[in-house]
């Protein structure tokens, strides 16, 4: 399972090191599972919103605009990782729970004509491995076989 991978490439790394910009510009390890963290409870809202109304309207999320994302990217990443981990699980029950109906329930989001419960969960899978890619980068980066 995708989520597992977090977990091995965020294993065996401090907290300084995790927090540690190695480009000033871009993200740290621990800001990129902090956004996973964020964008996975954004799914899931989402999701729930679209199971429970008729084409809800999704609003685009900009991290860049997020007040929180500084708060949450400062806590312990053993914390942050654990979470993730525990609500991926209670997420992929949730959805083994619904019906086959269910995946074509629709939400009007501005960018993406065809968003569905379906496109969302692959959306989410495509979008952590983006950044799954980034913190295989990072972590070489910093000298460990991933
Ligand atoms: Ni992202």
Redesign the pocket.
Known sequence: MQAQEIERLTSGLNEEVLARRLDPEKWSIKELLA?LWI?QRLFLKRAERMLAENHPAIDPYDPALDPDFPRIAARPAARLLAELLSERAAFVARLAAISPADWSRRGEHPEFPHYSVRFLVEYMVH?EAH?LYGIFCLRSRLGLLP
């Open positions: 956004h964008t979008h950044h």
